[in-house]
């Protein structure tokens, strides 16, 4: 069994009507419209990564300052602990190590909403 497939030649003495001067302006004004839209978003692209280029750079800062933070804070504490010939407490190391995992966490969160991450 054989299918055949039948196609229509086109019927020369049918023509289609030549445009008229209104039909170019409308096709002309959609085309300008849509032309319009594309810059508009576009545009709205760029304004949106320049916003998360400083919110990532904001938050960069951020991380920055904290781990100096951290490091300062720990460097006074343990050197006077150490001069003063005291043991340093395991609860200070666990809070501060609680601490920074805490902000590194929520920095990662908020970067993982900011760029969005790979759904698995």
């Not at 760029?46 to 990532?56: C, N």
Request: with cysteine; charged share 20%.
């Amino acid at each position: 069994m054989s299918l055949r497939l039948r196609v229509d030649a086109p019927n020369p003495s049918i023509q289609e009507p030549e445009p008229t001067a209104s039909d170019i302006a409308d096709v002309q004004t959609r085309e300008k419209s849509e032309l319009a839209a594309l810059n508009a978003k576009t545009e709205d692209q760029r304004a949106l990564t320049r916003l998360k280029e400083s919110l990532a750079h904001n938050v960069l800062f951020f991380m920055w300052m904290w781990c100096g933070f951290v490091f300062l804070g720990l460097l006074t504490y343990f050197s006077s602990q150490l001069s003063l010939g005291k043991e340093i407490p395991k609860e200070v190391i666990l809070g501060l190590l609680t601490s920074t995992t805490v902000v590194v966490g929520l920095v990662g969160f908020i970067l993982k909403g900011l760029f969005g991450g790979k759904e698995t």
